[in-house]
């Protein structure tokens, strides 16, 4: 299952399937989906699907319909498809429209269940992806070329529309952020806030340029990437799109992570708000935006960066608060409230950060990875520990004899946290995939003085942490050292870049949330009202699965999305993507599955209901973009240009 289709291969694959395949129209009405993973909460739940069900899943099976192409990029997107039915469109006809915006900036609006191109805009030029960012000064490990690039290994050959946008329901207008280069580079590139019809792609207003400054920090002074998706909030009447931005060289000078408020009275860009004073704290959590609850507080994961609790928030979850613009005062963004459990020096040993480490990519997982593959000499003579974990499974934590330096990129903001607002609780988790409950009515705002004791530090969370992604034996997930924390589980990485997908279990009268760390199986865990996570089950699947073992496996895990209808708890599925292969270095073919989300297998496993694995359909995996199920059909962006549209088989 490692085949890659060459780019002529994959555009005939498509045409044969526009042209040949009957398209049928779902008999289910299409519920909105605005933002990625449905709504502010980031559930990444459909509460409304009616036709595709446990029972009808696993008797009739699932189909390729066809494949929906997204245009001028060979990878085609990475922004999640959003959806809006009933949209009038110039003609007059009616249709549920999805919007496609590719990383050549360009957008598409097409009918949801045919495909049907409505309309087409160009957003202007992208940035060429094997343009150098800088000098030569490093050769990353299994990287394409001397010169450091926005992605060393040249998977994404346009960099455009990286994050997804928003759907304002009511006034049917598209919020976007794309990055436009007159001449292709990334040094002359900037960020503009685009706002289109929906109905038509036309543009509402020029584009917005995205500028600022907070402290000391200038948005403009460095080369910054916005992957973190946009999220819109209505507090008071008052309509507000944000986003959050990171920097493509990450441990550069003038690095740090930005939140942006764009006030859609106005259309224009209102404050903004450096996470660091050029020391990091990007947000991008693999693609996820900011989280946002009724009152309008955003909530968020830090990555890298410098920490000291009042102006430099690195590997933190923040909250903060947004004050609109008054007669007397301007608008303002400010952190009110942190957690936050260790920082990178002490993580790394006091070591000075990497040179020009790239946003996105894992400086732990390359560090080991010499050119060619297999393990290297400093993996070879790593220390070893054997553990046994409570579920009698052996396992041997490999801790890396390598540069401290690497461990500087921790990345705890490699995925979005589960926030269930109904019981008050984040469930935020990053590369160690350890999950840490935090209360959002107080976070506990910790301080350079907490971190000496990590106890109390630990005490603050709604309920004690826990090893989320995979059960490496006794190892306690808050340490006093957290150089403790700097293993591999039998070699291989264990990080978390899906943000958790939250779903009421009605059998176990209890919330749940599914995760699915690199090179480890889907894991369910029950969330108490008190934010207690339990273990419920794993999956029998692996991700990665042909790389895993050859250390330190592949990335980045899986990606799910799920629905039901309302609380029926046999209409409960759940839909991931995995890769085969490390989709980190190279682009391969993925896995479609479709499991029961409340009942388990005889093995008391997660129960698998459909497998594109044995019906041998292949795709090639998009790393950080999960399905989107609605209306009877699951939505799979894939590497080959477009998206794939499933339904149930007839």
């Known amino acids: 299952m490692t085949i890659v289709w060459k780019w002529i291969t994959r555009r005939c694959m498509i045409g044969a399937l526009l042209s040949l395949t009957p398209l049928t129209l779902a008999a289910q009405t299409m519920v909105p989906w605005l933002t990625r993973s449905v709504d502010n909460s980031r559930s990444g739940w459909n509460q409304h699907e009616t036709l595709l069900t446990q029972a009808s899943v696993a008797s009739k099976g699932i189909r390729r319909l066809t494949i929906i192409p997204v245009t001028g990029d060979a990878r085609g997107m990475e922004a999640q498809p959003l959806i809006l039915p009933g949209v009038k469109v110039a003609d007059g006809t009616t249709h549920d429209l999805m919007v496609l915006p590719s990383m050549a900036n360009v957008v598409r609006g097409v009918d949801a269940h045919s495909g049907a191109g409505l309309w087409s805009v160009s957003l202007g030029a992208p940035i060429n992806g094997n343009t150098p960012t800088g000098p030569r000064k490093i050769k990353p490990d299994g990287c394409v070329g001397d010169f450091p690039t926005i992605d060393c290994h040249a998977i994404n050959d346009k960099w455009g529309v990286l994050s997804t946008g928003v759907i304002d329901a009511e006034t049917q207008r598209l919020y976007l952020v794309a990055w436009v280069s007159p001449d292709g580079t990334p040094q002359n590139a900037k960020h503009f806030v685009f706002v289109l019809n929906a109905a038509d792609g036309t543009r509402v207003i020029p584009p917005v340029l995205v500028s600022g400054s907070s402290g000391t920090q200038s948005y403009s002074s460095a080369m910054r990437k916005q992957r973190s998706s946009l999220v819109l909030t209505n507090v008071n009447g008052r309509k507000t799109v944000f986003w959050a931005s990171g920097t493509v060289q990450e441990t550069g000078q003038g ?8 006030d859609c009275a106005t259309n224009s860009i209102t404050t903004q708000l450096a996470l660091t004073q050029g020391e990091g704290a990007g947000i991008w959590m693999g693609g996820q935006g900011l989280a946002a609850d009724e009152q309008g507080f955003l909530y968020a994961i830090t990555g890298n960066g410098d920490f000291d609790g009042t102006s430099q928030f690195g590997e933190s979850f923040v909250k903060i608060k947004y004050t609109p613009t008054s007669r007397q005062t301007p608008a303002t963004l400010v952190v009110v409230d942190h957690w936050t459990p260790w920082v990178d020096l002490v993580r790394s040993g006091q070591a000075k950060k990497p040179a020009m480490k790239i946003s996105g990519v894992s400086a732990p997982s390359e560090a080991l990875k ?58 935020a988790a990053g590369k160690d995939g350890i999950g840490y409950p935090i209360k959002t009515a107080n976070l506990g705002g910790t301080t350079v003085v907490d971190l000496a004791d990590a106890k109390s530090n630990c005490a603050k969370l709604a309920a004690p942490p826990v090893w989320l992604t995979m059960s490496p034996g006794p190892v306690d997930p808050c340490p006093a050292n957290p150089q403790t924390l700097n293993f591999l589980p039998n070699g291989d ?23 699915w760390g690199e090179n480890s199986q889907l894991h369910k865990w029950a969330v108490s009202q008190t934010g207690a996570l339990t273990y419920v089950a794993q999956g029998n699947e692996f991700a990665s699965a042909n790389v895993r073992g050859n250390n330190p496996g592949g990335m980045p895990g899986g990606f799910c999305s799920g629905s039901s209808n309302g609380t029926d708890p046999d209409s409960a599925i759940l839909v991931c993507t995995i890769s085969y292969g490390d989709a980190n270095a190279q682009v391969g073919n993925g896995r479609l599955l479709v499991y029961d989300a409340v009942h388990l297998a005889a093995d008391k496993s997660l129960k698998v209901l459909w497998d594109s694995q044995n019906e041998n359909i292949q795709f090639l995996f998009n790393k950080f973009d999960p399905p989107v199920i609605d209306g009877g059909q699951i939505y799979v962006p894939n590497y080959n240009g477009g998206v794939d549209v499933y339904e149930l088989a007839m």
């Open 370 to 427: 010499p050119v060619g593959g297999g393990m290297n000499m400093s993996l070879k003579k790593a220390a070893r520990v054997t553990n046994v974990n409570e579920r009698g499974e052996k396992v041997v934590l490999v801790f890396p004899k390598m540069a401290t330096g690497n461990w500087s990129d921790e990345d705890w903001g490699s995925a979005g946290p589960a926030c269930i607002f109904a019981i008050g609780v984040c469930v």
């Open 493 to 515: 990485t264990a990080h978390l870049h899906m943000t958790p997908v939250q779903f009421f279990d009605p059998v176990m009268k209890s919330w749940t949330i599914f995760v």
């Open 255 to 262: 690095a740090a992570g930005w939140v942006f408020a764009f």
